[in-house]
């Protein structure tokens, strides 16, 4: 997604005159959004979330019976947690002229 943003950006700064600076400014545009959205999800998925959310669902249990709940669905939680985080997350850019 970078190097497809960078080299839009970098063809029409030059095709339009704005050279360097608008091509950063340019890429910028296209990038900053989705960047940010990635930046966020990676902050509440992964290991981490599933952690966490293994101690909301188990709040309250003994050690053993959070070992039987980890047993019986932990597998299917991660998998399922890790499925919904990734379907969160941007998977192009447009290179179409920001708006």
């Given at each position: 997604m970078d190097a497809e943003a960078?080299?839009?950006?970098?063809?029409?700064?030059?095709?339009?005159?704005?050279?360097l600076v608008?091509?950063?400014?340019?890429?910028s545009d296209l990038r900053c959004k989705v960047s940010g959205k990635v930046v966020l999800a990676n902050r509440n998925m992964g290991t981490t979330a599933v952690l966490r959310e293994v101690e909301k669902k188990c709040d309250g249990m003994s050690r053993?019976?959070?070992?039987?709940?980890?047993?019986?669905?932990?597998?299917?939680?991660?998998?399922k947690l890790i499925s919904e985080c990734r379907k969160s997350m941007p998977k192009s850019v447009s290179c179409?002229?920001?708006t």
């Open positions: 960078l080299g839009v950006s970098y063809s029409k700064s030059i095709a339009n005159g704005s050279g608008g091509a950063v400014k340019m890429y053993n019976d959070k070992e039987q709940w980890i047993e019986k669905n932990g597998k299917e939680f991660f998998t179409a002229e920001p």
